[in-house]
Every structure is written in C-alpha cells, then in structure tokens.
C-alpha cells in the first residue's frame, strides 16, 4: 500500500517496520513529528519525550546495550546537547541497533544556527546515511539498524527541513519483529575507562576502514548514466533539485551512504565524466573530502554555502538560467513577522518588564523569544536552550564586579527550564548570584506544537504521571526567594518584579498560566477555568494613545483615520491585559 | 519535465492552507499522479506567512517551486498574492481571496495595508477574485474559507473528476464532512 507521508511521518513508520521498541526525542522543529507519529505504536514502541537531547539519546544508548532496536530523534542543534554520548557510544559500540536521526535546517526556519550535522558523523566516526525523500526515509531506518548491528555502530540518519516537511509517496510494509538481543556484562565493551578506552580507540579506525568498503558496496550509493558531458554527486534534497535542473542532461552519482564517503565509486565516477559537481546544501562536506582525495571538482565557487539551495539556484549558478517573472511592483508589501498570539499569557509579563529601566534581559529558545521583537523590545539576548539563566548568572557577575547597577532578569520557559535551566539555576543558587530568573510556565510546550513534558502531568504516549512541581524544585536548589504569579494580573507582576528587584540574592518567579492555545484538560480547567468574554473599546472614551497598542497584541488595530483602536473579535479571548493597560477605562469586558 | 505542474498555496498562520493542501495532495495522489507536497511551519504557527508548495506530474523531484513557475497561485490572504506574485508563471493563474489580515506593523500604526493590490494583479496576470470569506459564512462556517478556496483551485486547473467527496471524508470530522463538500462545490461553481 502507498501514502503519501512527510519525512518524519516515514522515518517513524521506519522505526515500526524495523523492529524498533524504543524512541525517545526531546522536540524541536523539523524533528518533532517524528516521536509524535511513533507514539501511536503503543503496542510495539516505548515512547517518550526526554528532558533534554542528552537525555533522550543517553536512554536510546541503555536500550541498545540491553539488546532492543532503538532510535532517538533531534534537531540539529539537539545534537550539540547530545555530544558527549555520541562520542563515548561511538567508542563503545552496540548491542541492539541504533539510528540517531539528526534534522538539519539550512535557511533557518525556525532555529538558531544553520550548522551542518554530517559533520558530526566524521567527527564521531560513526556512519552517516541521508534520504533525499520520504521513501528513503522510512526505508533507511531499517538499513541504518542493520548497518548499526552489522558494524557495531551507532548510525547517524541526518534529514533536513525540506526532507522532515515534504510529504512523497512511500511503500508501506509489515513490521519485522526481532525481540530483544540477550545483555551480557561486558565492561571491557560498555566501559570507557581510559585503559579500555584505548583499546576501543584503535578499533574505531578498524571499524571505519570496513565502513569504506561497505560505503563502496552500498545499493545507496548509485550512478545513473546519462549524458557524461555533466557529472554530478549529490545527496538528500541537494540531489532531487539537481535532478529539477539537469534531468538527462547529466550523469549523477547519488549518494545515500555519505560517511564514509565510496571514494573508488567517486573515482570510476570522476573519471568518465568531463566536469564534475558537487551539488550540496550549506557546508563543503562532500566537496572537501573529494578535492583532499586529488579529484578535480566544481562546487561551492559556485554554489553558495549559506541558506537553503534549489532548483532556481543551481540553474542561475551553473547553467546561467533563469525563468521569467511577472514584474510588478510590490514595494509597499509589508512583513509579516510572528507574534505572541492573542491571550499569550507571556504578554502581561513582558509588558511590564519592558518598562524597567537599567535591565538586562537574558532570553530562551520558545515562543517567549518573541519579547525581543516590536513593540515588546524586552528581551536583550537568546543563545540556546537554558542560556537564560547561566548567561544571565556571568552577566550579573560581570555587572556586580564592575560596580555597574544594572540588574539581570533571565526569562526561561518550563519546558526549557526542565531541558537545561535546572543546571543553570544550580550556578546561580551555589554561586551566590542575585539575578531574578523568571519561569515562564504556559503548563505545555509551546512553540513546537504543545509536547507533553515533565511539568505537564502526562507522559508521550498519554499516560498520567508525575506533574514536577516547579517552585518547589527551585526551593531544594536552595532559592529561598520563590514565588508564584498569574501573568494576566498586570499589577501582581509589577509588584513581584519590584520586589525581586530589590532583593540582594537570587529568587525565582514563576509566571503560571497555560498557553492559550492549548487544549485545557480537566486539571487546567479547574485550576485556571474557562475563557468567558471579549474585549471591547469604547470609541467616544478611546483618546488613542496606542498603550494598548504597545502590549502587541494581535487582536488590537490602531485605525490611523480615526485614530481609534479597534478589536477583532476573532482573535480576541478575553484575557484582560489590554482592559488594564488602558489608562482611561476605555476598554470592559464584555458577554460575560 | 513541462508534464509537471505547480500548485503554490500561499497565507497566514491558522488561515488552513496545510489541509486544503493535503486534501489536494491526496486526491491528486489517488488518480495515481506522483505528489510532493512541502511546508514550513513551526514559527509560522504564530501569525507568520505560511506556503505549502503541491507538484504533481509522472515524476516529481525537487518539492520547491521556484520564481516563475507556479502554474497556478492561491493566496488565502490578499497582501500575500502580491508577495509570491514573481513565484508565478506570467502564463499562469491566480486566485486571490479578497480578504486582508494586517500584519502586525499595520496593526500598530507603523505600516499602511497596501492598496489596490488586486488591480495591480489583475492588470499582469490572469486573475480570480473571491470572498470566500463571505461565501463560506453564508454557507454557516467561515472556517471552510479554505476548502471555499481548494474549489476554485480544482475548477482553475481542471481536476473537478478526482473523487474529492471521498478525500474529504478521510480527512476532516464526521460532522464537518457535509459542510465542507458543500464549501468544496460552492468554490467550484464560483468559477
């Protein structure tokens, strides 16, 4: 039977078809659907969202070294988090097999980097395959858990956006059902202490010399013969734009298995054609690696090493090829940036930050990333997951030493609080620090598309669990100045801010409301209840001051003939921020 | 590779492109077409513009339409028409929804709504102008703006024989299935 399946939706049917029974992941765009759409197999696949990618990947690892098949799946700045297993496993080696899948996004879409991750297969050592569709995704799965169990390693499947997004044609088949492999004790493989370490060492370079020969072997490395005149070597999605170009115009060497690269397959390729390129997104990975081997080749002179590449790219680069457009002049379009939503409950809290002065606000990776952009302008950086709080830690320090007065206020969402912030607040409870660190808590995870996580109260696969308390974890961490506010009540935020502010050691505030968003469930609506209401503005009392206008709320248009703010009553659920905002009284709520 | 053809779907977050585009998706699918169909979502969720990009044809390769190739434009979102205007074929068409959602410099007074954005279309390429805004509420829900759309899309490129009532209910709630073929057929007649 054929469906039509993104990337990730094919990568998870992979992990079903291949015997896999355990998947973990902590989400992150392009990846997240990958554990969404495993979760389902209930029967067959333990599921969860870990706390952070370390985690995720560092349970996959105990999986495999039981015995059982195992994935864990990322994003690429993901991988960074879960380096340091990576490189460890990459030493000790499998017993059940394991495919880490690492979802790359050139043209950043929605991340904070456009880094390479094939990189990270040459560094680790560990063998690299890459889809250029969703077929290949779901099918490499399978090759990459045989490969791992066949060479005694870990196997990166490295996707990208346009692979994780797109949605193709894809076979389905049964699942093959290979139980669990037995565990037998064996320090000497699963231990890295520096003695076995050593020994482990040389057989990594044993290992990759029969990598190179399967990677020569390998169905995923192919040629097809067209016209010689051309010759092209490509993989994931570089390939399928290369294809949209040259057709039969070119010979292609495609490549599936892309660490170790089939250098003798790239030689016999490289000799029978008259001008060889490499089409590859973002980094020279394949290129360098080629030209170090003595083999002439064209490639990033020509095609650019930043953003997304395509069809039209590659035409205009090396053919000289452009389509014609309809020209008309669209000047006057305006951006169309993203916003905090209607009823975000990060709104209230931001608002009333951005009105103290002599603040440094560290940001976080979620929708609370938004507070940097107009008219909120609060937030004053965002370096990764967790940053908020340690980056925010050695600013204070830097500020205290330095005699300057200025405070920092670090502001980090639950789900990225329990990803990473806990070992940041750690820093700034044992290091005597007096930042005011600020706990974003919408009960979900938000900006990926509401994952389950430790504070939310269920598990991936649906199950009730432990809902981890926030306040009182960071008051075992040793914060003693802890409290717990309602984002919506401006005038509660302002008094809890003022008063951390004036506190010469460290304290958190929790701000708890769910994302508005979110479906509630019975708990949050008991907790926090339902949504009752609009927003409305009394024309005759509106003086147009834009106040309201300055929370950035969606709902709210400043019409410039009347001057005049309107609400859409659409967008609009009632939450209030902009009725206090207002200073006189021209907005109520009303249908209650 | 002229046998392929490009459907871009243009909008606003929320605005439901990504179902009206997997419904096509999967009829073009079940007349036996090969089918990509790409998106970007994540920060787009939050009012952002939001493409999802449908290539059918005997063999389909890159999932990306380029500048100048759509053969057909839908833009949900009338100041999004405009700004994919040059990703289509000036042989092509365009179905604009006569509906406008400011975006958030209009909203706070820094940046006017672009005017007269349809006739500056209508005079370089062949265009349709819809409410479906207005359609779909006369229907009774104005959340079928979408598949309002998806009709004229069928209509404009000729696939009105694909078994759409079938793709429908496979994809939307039971009791959303009667609503939304009608909004199907009512955006199809409105050609």
């Known amino acids: ?592 | 590779m002229a046998e392929v053809k490009n459907i871009l779907l243009v909008g606003v977050g929320g605005q439901g492109t990504i179902l009206a585009s997997k419904i096509l998706s999967e009829g073009l699918m079940d007349v036996g077409y090969d089918v990509k169909m790409s998106e970007i979502h994540g920060m787009s969720q939050r009012g952002g513009s939001v493409t999802t990009q449908v290539r059918f044809g005997k063999e389909v390769y890159s999932p990306i339409i380029g500048k100048g190739q759509a053969d057909i434009l839908v833009a949900f979102e009338t100041m999004e028409a405009l700004r994919w205007l040059d990703h289509l074929n000036p042989y092509g068409k365009i179905v604009v929804n006569d509906y406008q959602i400011p975006s958030a410099p209009i909203l706070t007074g820094k940046k006017d709504y672009p005017e007269g954005v349809i006739e500056r279309i209508k005079a370089k390429v062949d265009t349709t102008v819809l409410d479906a805004a207005n359609i779909a509420e006369r229907l009774g829900n104005a959340k079928t703006m979408n598949i309002v759309l998806l009709g004229a899309l069928v209509k404009a490129i000729g696939l009105e024989a694909i078994n759409w009532e079938d793709i429908i209910k496979k994809n939307v709630k039971e009791k959303f299935i009667d609503m939304n073929i009608k909004a199907l057929k009512t955006g199809m007649d409105s050609l």
């Not at chain 1, 900006?447 to 991936?460: A, K």
């Open chain 1, 1 to 592: 039977m054929k469906k039509l399946l993104t990337g990730n939706e094919a990568v998870a049917r992979g992990a079903f078809e291949a015997g896999i029974t355990f998947a973990a992941a902590y989400p992150g765009t392009p990846s997240t659907e990958i554990l969404e759409n495993i979760a389902p197999y209930k029967k067959e696949i333990t599921a969860e969202w870990a706390p952070n990618e370390k985690v995720a990947l560092e349970s996959a690892i105990g999986a495999s070294i039981a015995g059982a098949r195992a994935l864990a799946a990322m994003k690429q700045v993901g991988v960074n988090v879960a380096a340091d297993p990576l490189f460890s496993f990459a030493y000790t080696g499998v017993n059940g097999g394991i495919v880490l899948v690492s979802a790359d996004e050139p043209g950043i879409h929605s991340s904070q980097n456009e880094q390479d991750n094939r990189m990270y297969a040459k560094f680790a050592k560990v063998p690299m395959l890459e889809p250029s569709n969703s077929q290949e995704a779901k099918d490499m799965v399978k090759i990459a858990v045989e490969t791992s169990e066949k060479y005694d390693t870990l196997v990166l499947l490295r996707m990208t956006t346009r692979i994780c997004h797109s949605k193709s044609l894809v076979e389905l088949k049964e699942r093959e059902e290979v139980g669990k492999k037995d565990y037998i004790k064996n320090p000497q493989k699963y231990a890295t202490t520096p003695a076995y370490a050593r020994g482990m060492r040389v057989n990594i370079e044993r290992r990759l010399k029969t990598l190179v020969d399967a990677s020569n072997e390998s169905e995923l490395n192919y040629f097809e013969w067209h016209d010689k005149k051309i010759g092209i070597i490509s993989s994931g999605v570089a390939y399928q734009h290369a294809k949209e170009v040259f057709g039969d115009r070119a010979s292609y060497l495609k490549l599936g298995f892309t660490f170790p690269l089939p250098m003798k397959k790239i030689q016999k390729f490289a000799a029978q054609v008259e001008t060889l390129y490499v089409i590859e997104e973002v980094e020279p990975y394949i290129e360098e690696q080629i030209k170090a081997a003595g083999i002439a080749c064209i490639g990033k002179e020509k095609i650019p090493n930043i953003g997304e590449l395509n069809a039209d790219i590659i035409a205009k680069v090396l053919l000289g090829e452009e389509r014609p457009v309809i020209e008309c002049d669209a000047s006057d379009v305006v951006s169309r940036p993203p916003t905090l939503c209607a009823g975000c409950p990060h709104r209230g809290f931001f608002y009333e930050l951005s009105k103290k002065k002599n603040v440094m606000v560290t940001g976080d990776i979620g929708c609370y990333g938004l507070g940097v952009a107009d008219p909120l302008n609060t937030v004053d950086t965002i370096i990764c997951m967790g940053a908020s709080i340690s980056a925010g830690h050695g600013a204070q320090k830097a500020f205290n030493r330095h005699n300057t007065n200025t405070r920092v206020v670090s502001v980090i969402g639950d789900s990225t609080f329990f990803h990473t912030g806990i070992n940041s607040l750690l820093d700034v409870s044992y290091n005597r620090s007096n930042t005011v660190s600020v706990i974003l808590d919408n009960r979900i995870t938000g900006m990926t598309g509401h994952q389950e996580n430790p504070g939310s109260g269920y598990t991936l696969q649906g199950m009730p669990t432990k809902d981890i308390d926030i306040p009182n974890l960071c008051k075992a961490m040793g914060i003693e100045n802890v409290k717990v506010v309602n984002p919506l009540k401006l005038n509660e935020v302002k008094t809890t801010l003022n008063w951390a502010l004036e506190l010469d050691e460290p304290s958190v505030i929790v701000t708890r409301w769910p994302c508005v968003l979110k479906k509630h469930s019975e708990i949050d609506i008991e907790e926090f209840g339902d949504y009752k209401g609009l927003c409305s503005v009394d024309v005759d009392q509106c003086i147009g001051c834009k106040k309201c206008i300055k929370t950035g709320c969606p709902a709210l248009q400043f019409d410039k003939k009347s001057k005049k703010v309107k609400i859409d009553k659409i967008q609009c659920i009632g939450c209030e921020v902009c009725v206090q905002v207002c200073p006189v009284n021209a907005i109520n709520k009303v249908g209650e």
